[in-house]
């Protein structure tokens, strides 16, 4: 049980255009998802928390306009990477926190995304 | 966010050999939890110590945990060479959100 998925696994786009990239809860409701972002051979970065239902809370110098988050129904939450560079080339990882278990999280398999 | 740091970087042992690695973190907690992560794939839950336990097992993993020294230690005894991976410790906070160490290379020569 508490499997998460990413779709894609990987993506390749052109500079300037968007991608969106979705994030399941398979087996239980997520009332919360985190979205973080990865860049090689470092730690993990948490770009922002998403409640179903209501905005995205995004962390310092993480941009609103640029990354945004839709967590429209208990089991999906989409980041959609707007007007892409090169610079939001990175491993993009979400994570879902059951419904009533605040201290656990389970992580999707990632998804990598390369702008060119 | 604020990271903690991880102490070594990287780590490189024969397999058999135990490994530590070592995790500060900056604020008060209500866990600590750490993650395996294979290269290029997503996080794996290993263990979640909370702020009142000192230390606690699962399987070939020991985890301490020093709330007055804020830092927190990962055993993993009898390595193999499927233990190869990255690992992180993360800093639970009262609201559930998860702060990251920087993590720790393992690699286990077979």
């Known amino acids: 049980g508490a499997v998460v998925s990413q779709h894609p696994s990987w993506v390749i786009c052109k500079s300037g255009t968007s991608v969106k990239i979705e994030c399941r809860s398979l087996?239980?409701?997520?009332?919360?998802m985190f979205w973080y972002r990865q860049f090689p051979k470092q730690s993990l970065m948490l770009m922002a928390t998403s409640n179903e239902g209501s905005k995205a809370t995004y962390e310092q110098g993480v941009e609103k306009d640029k990354f945004l988050i839709n967590h429209a129904s208990l089991t999906l939450s989409t980041l959609t990477v707007t007007s892409a560079h090169p610079e939001d080339s990175s491993f993009y990882i979400c994570s879902a926190r059951p419904r009533d278990r605040n201290y656990e999280q389970y992580f999707g398999p990632g998804t990598r995304l390369t702008v060119t | 966010s604020q990271q903690g740091e991880e102490d070594p970087q990287a780590l490189s042992i024969q397999e058999g050999e135990n490994a530590t690695m070592n995790c500060s973190y900056k604020?008060?907690?209500?866990?600590l939890q750490w993650y395996r992560q294979n290269s290029g794939r997503g996080l794996v839950h290993l263990i979640l110590?909370?702020?009142?336990?000192r230390e606690k097992h699962s399987g070939r993993l020991r985890v301490t945990l020093d709330t007055s020294k804020k830092s927190s230690s990962l055993l993993i005894t009898a390595s193999r060479a499927a233990d190869t991976a990255s690992y992180f410790c993360?800093?639970?906070?009262?609201?559930?959100?998860?702060?990251f160490g920087k993590g720790t290379k393992l690699s286990v020569k077979p």
């Open positions: 993360a800093s639970g906070g009262s609201q559930g959100n998860l702060i």
């Open positions: 087996d239980f409701q997520a009332t919360t």
């Open positions: 604020t008060s907690i209500n866990n």
């Open positions: 110590i909370r702020s009142n336990e």
